[in-house]
């Protein structure tokens, strides 16, 4: 398994405010699988993927990535890791505002040797008209696009995306996911994503169902729907 | 709803504690900064002036050859005018390191003792000695104090508000109460001290006064001017010799002249009486001669010789008559007649010759006499033009215009401008800082201020709420500023040297009502004023806008940046974004050098008026004389000084006329002929603004007379105010004698009978009167220093926090994305180096220059120039510093990059 996760648990506040998130969560993802994280609101989805992406502490079990435990990685270990494999997609894009399209991707291209090229990901993610614009002059779409691209110029082993097409209209949602599905096919991206959109899990690999911080189900697609052909999104 | 949002106030002060706390923090230190100088000043101002009154001070001095008559004195008190004598003697003691005490009577109703310790002297012999030569000489009441011999028991320590600058003279630059002292004996132990012999200079006849019945000090002046004398009532033999070679010398015109008419008449009289016999002499002579002529003939025609001599025919005749006869006998006798008759010719021709003489010599002494009644005429005429009567008058000295009453009020009256200058400047950057952390609050609450109004809150309620919490904050830190101000905590520091070098008494530092209304009220306004101006702005955006928290790119932050590395382009992006940060920054250099520049003009200042004075007086001693002898020493350099004032921003200062010679080698300059073309010294020039070409008018209050002067050349001068014109065209111009001076510069000391000095300035005086700047000026220059330091810091570190919080988000984003702590510093932290130290560069000479523009009237009651060029290495070091300060300041807030967890990122949205 390229993401190993073994009985996480996770937890919040305490006394009256205490709140357990994640109460022994055990999922595993291969190497290059697009697999989607669903549930409801408070299912514990958006922890899961903080403490596979380094960036919340878990109170017990294991969280592996390609062999590496995360659980009680130090800080600066942990930024290691997250410059090393990861990649980050978020729903509000958390571009900064005040750097262009090309500036934003450069932010990520900065700490890696070994980059894509940016003209061929501006040109594959349709930004090359806008490589200069800075974030309010794009619509959300393109904002997006520029987070796909600024998380992919370090071509990361792991994709992690935390709603990506939250705050996107349906035409763009589902540009952002073909977008998604071309990167996994091109570059072999493992993908994490959490969505509350239901189609999705039909385009993915794996399919990952949380509830009440537990695993409801959890299930390989035998038959994957190419984005194109995704409905109601 | 305003309940609620009071409750977000108390909740938002905790959340931004430290934020508040600082900002807190330096209002108070500014307040109690400036409560501390400018009570201070206040204290010793008011205090003095209390004192003034408390010990009634004199409205001026004036001091006479001779004591004022009963009926002159009655004339003044008449005028409505109150007199009191202060005479005194100069005496110099045993111990040539004990100086020269004034002794003085002890004083009745005008410019009473005000007693340190002890009691005023009651007993014969008993004596109060001044303050701060009792400091200087560990003199304590009830110690024994000899004078010539004389033992007093110290009865007290006292102050007198007319030595408040114990100046020996009022011409002295500085104050030395080592060398120099007033001391205060009953009128009894006074007399007795008189008569006893023991005086070494004659009695100063010093009378004060206290001006009432509506007259002025120009109607005293006047009457006393007056007041003549008879040189010889004068009691100085120095005196007595100066004025027989000066006002004395209009008796011996006189008598001259009158002499010389005298000798004329009779010398006229007796040519008359000569050239009355004139004709009797001529005629008497005639008649010898043709007496012997008529005798002769007679003779001749005796021997049958028909021959008549005359006066024109004798000779040839009596030659023939010769060389007609052959008897020698007869020959002989004729030739003897002849020659009698020659001589009796040439006797009567003489007489003649000498009887004309006698009657051109009676016209030329009608001419002379005529000649000797103009030259009488004259004379009387032009001697009527001079007063040549003796005015009693010697000096005349308004309060205002005498350096030793109310000199530490006018010392102070500098911390008081600067002070208050520095507060102005603290509260404008406070200001600007308290700006910068509204908008980064309404900036971070967008999205609640847009629910707020979705839900009918009004843009006011939200102004309240907002402007509510700088308000309170500022009126506490301004209560809490000048409550630690209020008790006098840092008062005695900054007070300490002017303790040390006047001679007041020792006040209790209170707070003058308007610092406690400056204090409690200009924070809070500031406050106000400043959020309402900025939140006002802010929150005219729609409530969606606000909601959305829609982030616009300003113009000056849409600039292509191409061809730089992604570290250079992100700060740079990172600067423009920050700009009001980075404005506030600069601003926060830009202010604080700006009180520091306050500091470092007046140590600057003072350092170089120490350096200049004793690089440009070149003599080692300059003797004033009251009474110069009629040929200057041959080891001195004769001048004539004449003083004169000249006005700017309020205040007189003396101004003086110096006339050298060209060849004065204390002096590097060369006057030429000129009487209006003038060469200033740079000490005026600075202190005027004066360039060359400039004209301008200096006032002689004594004749009430303007001069008016085009400045011809500005020579390297500091310690004063002088115009420097060749001594032959001042004497003429001010009407003095061809060999006129009254000032010696020497290159030694040389021996001058005290008696006929006003004063003596040696370059050790000037020199240790410069230094005197600097020690008073220090605890000012240490407090402004210390205080933009931590001015700075505090600005700096609030707005590159405030810079470091509003870019929270990205941090905690990047750090999402694997940036460690160092690369972190790297783009959000570092970049503020270049900031900081172009920002330096800029600043540094900026606030010096503009400081050195407005410097010369915060210290415009001071009389020196304005040399405040500072040396290239202070600005090196200040920069250096500037950049230490920054490290420090970025080490410290390089923690707080920590504080920012990549979670933040996932929970909020930019």
Redesign the interface.
Known sequence: MYVEVSNVKKSYGEGGSYVEVLKGVSVGVERGEMCVIQGTSGSGK?TLL?CI????DIDSGSCKVDGLEIAGLK??KL??????T?G?I???Y???????VR?NI??????TKDPLDMDELLDTLGLKEHA?K????LSGGQQQRTAIARALIKNPKLLLC?EPTGALDSKTSRDILILLEKINEKYGTTMLIVTHNNSIKNMVHRVIFLKDGEIAKQYTNEKRVPARELEDL | MQKVLRKRVFRSLKKHFVRYAMLGMMIALGIFLVVTIVGSAETLIRGTEDMAKETNLEDGEFEVFVPLTKSEKDHIAGMGIELEEQFFFDQQMEKESDGTVRIFKVRKNINRLHMIEGAEPLKEDEIAIEKRYAEEHDIHTGDGFVIAGTEYKVSGITVVSDYDGPFKEVSDTSCNSKLFGPVFITEEAYNEFRESGKIQKSEDYLYTYKLGGGKTDRDLKDYLKELKIDASEVDDELFAEYWDRTGGVEDKLRDAVKDLREATDEVADAIDELSDNNEDINEASGKILDSYLEATSSTINGYGMDIELTEDNFESELDKLADSIDNAVLKASLTDVKEQLCDLKDYKDGLKEYTDAVDELKDGTAEMSDGVEELDTSVNDALEEFDFELSNLTTFLKASDNQRIFATKNDKIVDVEVGMIAGVIVFILLAYVISVFVVHSIESESSIIGTLYSMGVTKNDLLMHYISLPVVVTFISGLIGVLVASTGIMAPMIAESSYQYFSIAQFKFTIPEYLWIYSLVCPPVMAIIVNVLVISSKLNRTALSLIRNEVKQKGNNKFRLKGMNFITTFRIRQMLREMRSTIAVVLGMFLSLMVFMIGVDCYVLCNNIAKDYAADTKFEYMYTLKYPEKEAPSDAEAAYAYGCKKEIYGFNFDVTILGIDDDNPFFNVKPGKSKTDVIISSAMAEKYGLKVGDEFVVTDDEKEVKYAFSVKEITRYSSGFYIFMDIEVMRDMMGEAKDYYNVLFTDKAINIDPGRLYSTTSRADVVKGSEVFTTLMMPMIYTLSGSSAVIFCVVLYLMMKVMIDRSSQNISLIKVFGYRRGEIRKLYLDGNFYIIAIGALIVLPLSKKLMDLMFPKMISNVACGMNVETPVIFYVIAFLVIITLYFVINTILVKRLDKFTPAEILKNRE
């Open positions: 958006s903080n992406g380094g960036l919340d800080k600066d930024s290691d890791y997250r410059r090393d990861l980050f978020f729903q509000f958390n571009l900064v505002p005040n750097l262009t500036e450069e932010v990520c291209r900065y700490l200069d800075f974030p309010s002059q935390d």
